[in-house]
Every structure is written in structure tokens, then in C-alpha cells.
């Protein structure tokens, strides 16, 4: 039977080093949303799997802003999006259809990210989607899936064509409605969303001035840029970007680890 959980200190003790771990850095990432300006009120979510065989997944409690989430806040649910454990907090389990259609299918999807920004959306209304503008896009557009909108995600029925549409690619363009990235650590799916969300943003700038007048990179280019950018993405992530970006929100703010 559940645990009654009244704080941080019971939340720590009833789970493992592993995934506390894994909460405090989900937690850092929410924050990290919220620093940068992507989060959309208290929608869209980040989630991760917790080791195990349960497939056991943490996730944002639905009605907190993503600058107040923490480690102990995060709630443990279900591929179906129930608590498994006891909070005080409230669920979406239809939030989570997009995140377990991937995290089930996707054994290296252990970190899922997806966010609603307005260059974000920009860039999934455009019938070219992610343009080869600039050296940001060109570093993760050969890894970049588009699934056609369905409308709000409740239908259980879409999980089976999400998955065919991301394939074995780690980011995706969800048309007329935002961006998602994945990763086999929270880390890599940050840094990858960090990357589709400036290539969306620098094309959305760059466009402003008129399609005919951006300038497009010489024939070959794109291909040489994919192949620099798959050869070191999780090493760059998960030894140097993502540890920078934990020490900056220590600076800003250290409550996430609560």
C-alpha cells in the first residue's frame, strides 16, 4: 500500500540514489524551461523513466508552474499516467499519451521532452517545416521527424502512428502544435530541444524579411554538418553542456533539488 509522502526528506527515503538522481535532474530541466521562456503556463511536459521493470515514469504535477517544480514534487505514474506512489498533487493522464507512446516503443527514449513555444509552433505551421538556414538547424534536422496534427492528444489510437513517425529519430516537429525531443538522458533531450528551439526561433527571424532573401548553405554542406553533429552529441551533453547548465540553475536558484 502507498506511503502518505509530507516532504521532501519521505519522498527521498522511499525511492532509490538512482532515482533521486533522475528527479533532481528532471526537476533542473523544468527549470531550466521556465529560465528560458518555453514554458506555456502549466502545459506541456517533460518526463523521464524510472530504472526498473515496472516502466515507472516521472512527470510535472499538473497544477504547478514549471519555476516551482522540485525533485520531490515530481510525480511517479503508470504508462496509463496514474500515481504509483501517494501525492498531493494532480495528474494528466491524457498529457502523457504523446510520452509513453515513445517511451514504450523507444528503449533509448528515457528522457522525453515536448514544448508549445511560439517559435516552435512558428516553425510546425510552416508547410517546409525546419528550413537548412543556419548552422543550428542544420545540426539537428537530419535527426528531425514531423507527425501530423490529430488534434488535442487523447486519442490512444495516435500513440501507434507517433511512434511510426519518429522512427528511430530523436526530435520531432508535431505539426501545428510544438516540438518534442528525446533522449537516453535527460541531459541529451534538453540539449537537443535547446538546439530545435534556437533553429526554430533564428528561422522564424530570418524569415521575416522575406523567404527570397535568405541565403541557403552551398551544396553538400548540410550532409558534412549531420555527420559532425551525430559523432559526439551525447558526450557533449552529458559531459559538458548538461553539468554547465545544473551549476547555472545552482546559481539561480537551488530549490529544485528539494
Not at 45 to 50: A, D, M, Q, T
Not at 96 to 99: A, E, K, N
Given at each position: 500500500m502507498a506511503t502518505q509522502l509530507k516532504s521532501p526528506e519521505d519522498v527521498r527515503a522511499a525511492v532509490s540514489e538512482e532515482e533521486w538522481k533522475l528527479r533532481v535532474d528532471l526537476a533542473c530541466a523544468y527549470r531550466l524551461v521556465a529560465h528560458y521562456g518555453w514554458d506555456d503556463l502549466i502545459f506541456t511536459?517533460?518526463?523521464?523513466?524510472?530504472p526498473g521493470p515496472e516502466h515507472h515514469f516521472l512527470i510535472n504535477p499538473y497544477n504547478l508552474m514549471f519555476d516551482e517544480i522540485t525533485a520531490s514534487s515530481l510525480v511517479k505514474i503508470d504508462v496509463e499516467g496514474h500515481p504509483v506512489m501517494e501525492t498531493p498533487y494532480m495528474t494528466n493522464p491524457a498529457g502523457?499519451?504523446?510520452?509513453s507512446a515513445i517511451h514504450m516503443a523507444r528503449e533509448d527514449a528515457h528522457a522525453v521532452m515536448h514544448l508549445h513555444t511560439p517559435h516552435g509552433q512558428a516553425v510546425a505551421a510552416m508547410a517546409d517545416g525546419l528550413m537548412p538556414l543556419t548552422q543550428t538547424a542544420l545540426l539537428i534536422r537530419h535527426d528531425l521527424a514531423y507527425h501530423d496534427y490529430e488534434g488535442v492528444a487523447?486519442?490512444?489510437?495516435?500513440?501507434?502512428?507517433?511512434?511510426?513517425?519518429i522512427g528511430t529519430k530523436n526530435a520531432m516537429i508535431l505539426r501545428n502544435h510544438g516540438t518534442l525531443t528525446v533522449g537516453a538522458t535527460v541531459g541529451q533531450a534538453f540539449l537537443r530541444m535547446y538546439i530545435l528551439e534556437r533553429a526554430?526561433?533564428?528561422q522564424v527571424l530570418a524569415l521575416s524579411g522575406g523567404a527570397e532573401r535568405v541565403?541557403?548553405?552551398p551544396q553538400g554542406t548540410p550532409e558534412k554538418v549531420a555527420g559532425q553533429a551525430s559523432a559526439g552529441m551525447g558526450v557533449i551533453s552529458d559531459l559538458l553542456a548538461w553539468p554547465a547548465l545544473v551549476r547555472k540553475m545552482d546559481r539561480l536558484d537551488?530549490?529544485?533539488r528539494n
Open positions: 511536459h517533460l518526463s523521464v523513466r524510472v502523457f499519451t504523446i510520452h487523447t486519442d490512444l489510437d495516435e500513440r501507434a502512428r507517433l511512434v511510426a513517425d526554430c526561433e533564428a541565403s541557403r548553405p537551488p530549490s529544485y
